[in-house]
């Protein structure tokens, strides 16, 4: 069987590393022959793949213990789910994930792109070639998940515990759907940009591929807090983490380009800025893959040890050079053809969204890479840890906010000043009449109640543009208000998709405001029958119980809840010691509503039973998964394919004005 | 294994012996058709600006004016394909 698959990634390094060449011969010759052949090279090496998958599956499916990789991952005590996740759960699994995933967005993209750019074919597989070579051989050298062992044990280490939980096994895949979604539209524009004749760059075709990377990356990144929190116990969601920072990198590019696009199709502006985000976009994917893989975050030492740290550099270097190069050459052709026509206008808006988006991106970057940075040059690694994150990060949060409320008040082109103060009016009083009132209720400190003023701000302007949209609706159409809703929402997809998506953004930063200002915690060490009390709650400890399961000891805390007088129910905290791995888990006794979180964490006990409680309450954290689920609606809106416009036209006699001879058909 | 590379190859292969065609290139028609499109969107989007409040009626005219000048150019080329 490991041969099978040994000999499966060989041969879709061939085929790869032949589409490669064919895809770029047929991009400089225009022959449609050998873009077939590239074309079909590419559907070769994407069935290789599925087979070397299928390979690894059944291996850790049936426990195969003589390869390596499943001697590591699985043991004979991890339940089938997490045994068949293991595929993910090391490095040489997540990297022939990488390679699977890339090979389907490849025949994905090849398909639409055919249909839409057919001169941008052979590009586009050259360059999927390119990655998807870099990926095999890695595979098929330094990381290979068939290596074989001469004395397979009889049993596996497993997996880290931590790993065995249901957010765990979607989350990485969730994140790999939005890293390697980005070689798409970096293909595509890479393609337009060595065949020339593309105006556009290739960037309004590589939109909606980026949209779906960003979506996936965005449910990535929320998949990885939710895990944290439930599973970490920590009571946290967000450490600023390297690993965290990696996905959010490209995350934060990708929303900058989601914005800036809307001004190139719009008024052909600023596309030399997007492509440079499009590169920027898969260069931090790379990185990030970089990060993660090759222990450079632990230690640069690690990194001169790990071959694939080299490998990773040589990699991005040469994407970048290749993307930056080919835009260099086009750079003339890509000049606007317009500019701004006010300062005061929704394109002006974006641009400092973009500015600030890209600020942050520098931030993260600069926090994350600082340890490797200074080790080598100073001999010391320098952790810069969360306090430089919040205070260059969070400032650059909060003026994105306040754009998300302000960008959409604006007109495209040109904000009309007499228009201006009417549209800030009732937005801007309800911001007001939220923090004066949150300051006049005593919420401190003062910074959260204004970070609430702000989001009530924003919240007013998104439901602004929906009653507004609605009104007008109404007015022309005598639709009920629920069909104006609806219909408004659906004939202006990416529109109303895209403030669903803010209203999202918006529930998850409430959250992510209450819950970092306003938790509260405390330790408490109690005898069976005591009781603490945190906020509102009382927690009553019922004494310590304990059981063995799936390969580990469990001491659990049994707790009662109450709430002033009522009773809540029972609870209970655990300790799980994994007696093999000699790891440990927790399991929170966790109450959720949408005002707040009780998370209890059992900290420690004692042999005459006495147990040690680490209490929190974190308020709004509901808010941030509600505010994921509210994007995601958003985002699948906004994805729709849009109708292609069917405008009625009358092309006026010469000398006939033009006012009134075309209709896009309203709202 | 040697088949399975075999046919492989015999079919990765196979477009090359057919005669050598021409790529097919964007034609100026779907540039001209994605024009159209991004300006019916523009159009749309000013539309919508003005009908909520937040593009004055005479702004809106100057605008409108020039997208539609830009459409009629469009089409005009448009139907001389």
Known sequence: MADLGRFALLAALALALYALVAGMLAGRTRRAEIAASAGRALGAAAALEGVAAAVLLVALGTRDYTLRYVAAHVSNAQPLLYDLTAFWGGMEGSLLLWALVLSGYTLAALRTVRRQRPALVPGVAAVCAGTSSFFLLLLTTVASPFATSPFPPSDGRGMNPLLLNPWMAIHPPTLYLGYVGLTVPFAIVCAALASGGHDDAGVLVARRWLLWAWYCLSMGLWFGAKWSYVVLGWGGYWAWDPVENAALMPWLVATAFIHSVMIQERREMLTRWNVVLVILAFGLSIFGTFLTRSGVLSSIHSFTQSPLGAYFLTFLALALLVGFGLAAWRWDRLRSRHELDAALSRESAFVLNNVLFLAAAFAVFLGTVFPVVSEALGGRAINVGPPFFDHVVVPLALGILLLMGVGPLLAWRRASLDHLHRQFLAPGAAGVLAGAGLLGAGVRPAGAALAFALCAFVAATIALEFARGVRVRRAHRGESAVWALGALVLRNRRRYGGYIVHLGMLLLACGIIGSSAFATQRLATLAPGQDAAIGEYRVRFDGLAQETRGGALSIIGRLRVFAGTRDLGAFEARRNLFLRSQDATTDVALRSTPRDDLYVILAGWTADGRATLRLLVNPMMMWIWAGGLVLTAGAVIAMLPERRAAPQVAVPAPGVSAGGAWSPGGL | ?81
């Open chain 2, 1 to 81: 294994m040697v088949v399975l590379a075999a046919a492989a190859a015999l079919w990765v292969l196979a477009p090359l012996r057919r005669p050598a065609v021409a790529a097919e290139e964007e034609t100026e028609r779907e540039g001209l058709l994605r024009e159209r499109d991004s300006i019916s969107r523009s159009l749309r989007d000013l539309e919508l600006d003005r009908a909520t409040g937040k593009l004055s009626d005479a702004d809106y005219a100057v605008l409108a004016a020039r997208y539609r000048a830009r459409a009629l150019a469009v089409l005009r080329r448009l139907d001389a394909r």
